[in-house]
């Protein structure tokens, strides 16, 4: 076909496509930013929950926009109409929103270069379609399923590679009147890309995070427009990134194999291509296979962003977690500027991991325990409240019924150089304070520790009852507690009791841990006599009635 040709059959194939592409090339101009901003994207397709992976890649996209005065925005890449699953879309908003990985501008938050849902660009793409038909890049198929199917087959036969290429795309070089023929005839068809590529050449291209990369050239006539006039993914970003003026395409590393064919359309299309930076995936080690594969939703918990939220982890903590795994060298740089912020850390893609980034929970768990170490007593009990609000109701109206007693207890201890870590998720709180609340403070409390353990039941009423001042400093305490254990034959220190074990009953140590199974339901707990003044001599003594009464079962 020649030139003229062509420009009828686009006129035949898009009769309603009225602009060109200068008119969008027009309507989505440069953006005014400094030199050396980043626009990044995140290009979710709401086909299912939101995986960590994704959050990764969506927070990379936050930082190295941010850090540069660039933008990011969100666009949803809804092609696969097929795969998409109801309220997908709201579910990836909401997910974002609820993670504070927050996007400039984008689907749901407005901008220029929108609309930002790849279903309502469609006009666009066919407009570049039209242009590549008339270019000679582009071409109707007519090949039905069944005959797609038998040539899948014959490739598999003879171990050759699978698509259409070469002598497999038979309507590459149809004529006009075949085409009208065809059309004529009502033959469905879909638009392939009429790869220009040989597959003895090489390409080479240098991605920001793995280097050089070699490849042959693309070879096959992909499709670009389905049979409804909707794009492929793989025509829509490369559009879109173009028109929204991506510099930079953060992505999962599963999409490198498909780089020779986004580099050719860059290159028919005529477009200056952005640099892409592919992110290695979390990996974990298999529990039962040993191996170590990508995190997947399906057998780890921690693989949905969803269970962050319903488990109560920190958004915060999430973040400084997602920063130890964008760049190797954050992590000690934290532990130097403990008084700094993920925004004060300055990423880069060399620091990025190449292979897999390993999830590592103890890791986070530490990352938790510092983040909730370093919050007051009243700062937890906020945002515990928040999370309750929505995640444990019932706890939730306890919470603002003991509001001034919860801020006590979550302040134990506050004021130390070495804050305990004792919490490392809101859902912590309800367990780990298990003992602050009188009215949920049961019996079964003490079948959680070790039940086969008894303590002395009257020691400690008799300490309670004779000794206990709760209007002392904590070293009066701890000094008159010491004599409370010598007069009951119990050594003062450890120490005394190693050295002459045949002398004593046991030691101080014992009493304290007495006490504190009997007050507080557990055999850890930040500092007892902090504990026992805020309960109050009444609440103490109900405690050892309850204990009592556990025992005698
Ligand atoms: N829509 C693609 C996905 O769901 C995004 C690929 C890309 O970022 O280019 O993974």
Redesign the pocket.
């Known amino acids: 076909m020649d030139v003229k040709e062509r420009e009828m059959l686009a006129e035949i194939l898009f009769p309603d496509i009225k602009h060109d592409r200068d008119y969008y090339e027009k309507l989505y101009p440069e953006r005014d930013l400094k030199d050396g901003a980043m626009v990044t ?5 709401p ?1 299912g929950s939101v995986h960590l992976g994704n959050l990764f ?1 969506a927070f990379c996209d936050m930082v190295y926009a941010r850090q540069s005065g660039g933008k990011f925005f969100l666009r949803i ?1 809804d092609t696969d109409q097929k795969r998409a699953v109801d309220g997908g879309i709201e579910n990836i908003t909401g997910v974002l929103k609820g993670f504070n990985i927050l996007p400039n501008e984008g689907y749901s938050y407005g901008g220029e270069y929108g609309p930002y849902l790849q279903s309502e660009r469609t006009e666009i793409y066919q407009t570049y379609v039209k242009d590549l038909i008339i270019k000679g890049y582009a071409y109707p198929c007519f090949m039905t399923e069944e005959e797609l199917a038998a040539i899948r087959e014959e490739q598999e036969i003879s171990k050759v590679k699978i698509g259409i290429y070469g002598h497999y795309a038979v309507d590459r070089d149809l004529s006009l009147e075949e085409i009208k023929e065809k059309l004529a005839n009502g033959e469905e068809y879909v638009i392939r890309l009429k790869s220009p590529g040989n597959s003895k050449k090489e390409v080479e291209m240098v991605d920001c995070i793995k280097g050089k990369i070699k490849f042959p050239e693309y070879d096959m006539d992909v499709v670009l427009l389905k049979k409804d006039g909707t794009p492929t ?1 793989h025509l829509a ?1 490369v559009i879109d990134d173009h028109l929204m003026h991506t510099t930079h ?1 953060i ?2 590393d599963e ?1 490198v194999s498909s780089l020779p064919l986004h580099i050719q359309l860059f290159e028919i299309l005529g477009f200056k291509r952005p640099e892409y930076a592919h992110i290695a995936p979390i990996t974990i080690k298999d529990s039962e296979t040993g191996t170590i594969r990508k995190l997947s939703k399906r057998k780890d918990l921690w693989a949905g962003a969803k269970y962050y939220e319903e488990e109560g982890i920190p958004i915060e903590a999430l973040h400084l977690y997602l920063a130890t795994i964008t760049n190797t060298n954050f992590e000690e740089w934290y532990l130097n500027n403990q008084d700094k912020s993920i925004e004060d850390f300055t990423f880069s893609f060399d620091k990025q991991a190449i292979g897999g980034t390993s999830f590592d929970e103890a890791k986070l768990n530490n990352i938790c325990k510092t983040y909730f170490s370093r919050k007051s007593g009243e700062e937890v009990y906020e945002e515990t409240l928040k999370y309750t609000e929505k995640f444990d109701k019932e706890y939730h109206k306890l919470l603002v019924e003991n509001k001034d007693l919860m801020i006590k207890f979550l302040s134990i201890e506050k004021d130390s150089s070495r804050p305990r870590k004792d919490i490392s998720k809101y859902s912590d709180v309800k367990e780990e304070f298990s003992y602050a609340i009188d009215s949920i403070f049961k019996k079964e409390n003490y079948s959680k520790y070790d039940g086969n353990k008894q303590y002395d039941v009257k020691l400690v009423t008799d300490y309670i009852d004779n000794y206990l001042d709760l209007d002392v400093s904590n070293d009066e305490w701890f000094s008159k507690i010491k004599d409370f254990a010598r007069e009951n034959g119990y050594a003062s220190s450890p120490k005394d009791y190693k050295n002459n074990p045949e002398m004593y009953k046991g030691h101080v140590g014992d009493i304290c841990e007495a006490i504190r199974v009997i007050v507080t339901g557990r055999d850890k707990s930040p500092d007892l006599f902090s504990i026992m003044k805020i309960l109050g001599k009444e609440d103490i003594k109900k405690r050892i009635r309850l204990y009592d009464n556990y025992l005698n079962k």
Do not use: A, K, N
């Not at 994207?41 to 397709?45: E, H, L, T």
């Open positions: 994207r995140y290009g979710p397709s086909t890649s890449e993914y970003h395409v992505r999962g999409w």
